[in-house]
């Protein structure tokens, strides 16, 4: 059984359809990356796979259980949609970390919420906090950020606020973590440091799909590619086959001139 299955995924806005029935499985621990040109539905996949976005044509199921059929839209409850955006991690370009907090406190502010939500006793409120601040901490480890626990966003590399951002979305212990161009809004002598971060993390297992212009990172990194142009999947591959041996042609123009 395959950890994320997507089936036949369409969604439109207004009169444009910008995903034209997509599919495809996931295994555990297994990292896709996903290319292809500026408005081919990249961004929309993601946020339709983490519940930004409701697809107006088929199913999501982690884990063997369906958690979401178009056909079933409007019985899904917010509390429902909620509950199942949990299995998702979403990174996004623009790092989004709360300003008014240190790098800790912006770390374990989801994880407090919904791990003390129902606690009364204060002595097991301490205890929980003190487990998701030491859990932030060692994921402030994994990204290397460890001796910024207390610093504030604005004092900050752009570098530094993506690994923060992604140490925070992985304190929620999401199955699948999502990233959509990670290093697109940084100085090009930034973007190696939060690519050998999510490197680092695929050494751990972690199941990714990272949305990405970095053509190096993906055939590095990735264990399947998947290639998108208007709204289909055009080709899916390991990046040996995609980048070197590609089938479509439109495969082929793209990635003789990525057209970003
Ligand atoms: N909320 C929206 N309303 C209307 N059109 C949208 C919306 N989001 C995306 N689109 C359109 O969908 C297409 C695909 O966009 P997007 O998923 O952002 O592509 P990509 O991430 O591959 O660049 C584009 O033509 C874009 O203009
Ligand atoms: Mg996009």
Redesign the pocket.
Known sequence: MSLLEIKNITKS??D?Q?LRGIGFNMEKGEVIAVI??????????L?CINFL?QPDGGTITVNGREIYSAEKKKLYSDAEIRTNRLNFGLVFQSFNLFPQYNVLKNITLAPELMRLKGVSSGAEKKKIRRQISNEALSLLQTVGLSEKAQSYPCELSGGQQQRVAIARALAMNPEILCF?EPTSALDPELTGEVLRAIKSLKTQGRTMIV?THEMDFARNVADRIIY?AD?VIEETGTPEQVFSAPRSEKTRAFLSKPAL
């Open positions: 806005f207004g444009t910008v292809g040109s500026s408005g081919s539905g990249k961004t929309t996949l946020r976005e959509d949305v998108m709204g």
